[in-house]
């Protein structure tokens, strides 16, 4: 495939028509910014917006995934009776499957900040279509357009019937 990449004046890329945000290039968004339809899909101000979102999602992830581990580390093990010690056992393998999940979505958010780095946020990965600015702004971690979305989910239920 044959590419033109061009780097702008602010640091971002603009490669086949497509910005990419590089790591390195900070662009400031107007307090109370939110993406439009009527702006350029994808801009820089768009992908600036999408990847502070993202970067906050994780930040939050990442301190619960801490707390949850302190909790566990400071945690007594020394429980009275057995049923307290079920009850607290129970909680513990609710605790690190909830920390599971957290790092399998900040994989995820990580992702999505890799394709932001290389522009292709915001376009899905199976038909290259935009995936939407509601359907990002509802879940920044989309890599689907909502009709791959659906087609993906109902394969997976006439496979798994």
């Known amino acids: 495939m044959n590419s033109s990449a061009t780097t702008l004046d602010n640091g971002v890329t603009r490669e086949d028509g497509r910005y990419a945000l590089p ?28 990847r502070n979102k993202l970067r906050d999602w994780r930040d939050q992830l990442v301190e619960e995934s801490r707390q949850t581990m302190e909790n566990l580390r400071d945690e007594v093990r020394d429980v009275g009776d057995e049923a307290e010690r079920a009850t607290r056992e129970t909680e513990n393998s609710l605790e690190l499957r909830t920390r599971d999940r957290y790092r399998k979505l900040i994989s995820k958010i990580d992702k999505a900040l890799r394709r932001i780095e290389e522009g292709r946020y915001g376009y899905c990965e199976e038909t290259d279509e935009e995936i939407g600015l509601e359907r990002l702004d509802a879940r920044p971690i989309a890599t689907l357009s909502l009709d791959a979305q659906e087609r993906r989910e109902h394969l997976q239920k006439q496979m798994g019937d």
Do not use: V
């Open 23 to 50: 790591l390195t290039t900070n662009i400031d968004l107007p307090p109370g910014y939110r993406p439009s339809s009527d702006e350029e899909y994808m801009n820089p101000r768009h992908l600036a917006y999408f």
